[in-house]
């Protein structure tokens, strides 16, 4: 389908995916907005995994998020062996959402 990170996002942007999420200690944010999202605010509408090749730290997921009060972006997840605790309880939580 995307050929890699890149060309998901760009594709999601121009598909109405604009803002940009991040990962904070208890939170999902959006800078741009400054608004703040607990993971029960947001759903996944759908995601894409990467492997840019052997090393561990290069594989991501851009996952295309909606959140309850309409706002529509993207929030990119890299996985490798040193995940925060408190972050992947986030992802945990934003993965059961009712997705």
Not at 33 to 39: F, G, H, I, T, V
Not at 52 to 64: I, L, N, R, Y
């Amino acid at each position: 389908m995307y050929k890699d990170l890149a060309d998901a996002v760009e594709s999601l942007k121009e598909n109405g995916y604009d803002h940009t999420f991040e990962m904070k200690d208890h939170c999902i944010t959006c800078h741009e907005l400054q608004a703040e999202y607990d993971p029960t605010d947001l759903s996944i509408v759908e995601s894409h995994s990467f492997d840019a090749g052997t090393d561990p730290g290069s594989e991501s997921t851009v996952h295309a998020i909606k959140s309850k009060d309409g706002i529509k972006g993207t929030l990119v997840l890299s996985y490798g062996m040193h995940v925060d605790p408190d972050k992947a309880e986030l992802i945990d939580k934003l993965l059961s959402s009712g997705n």
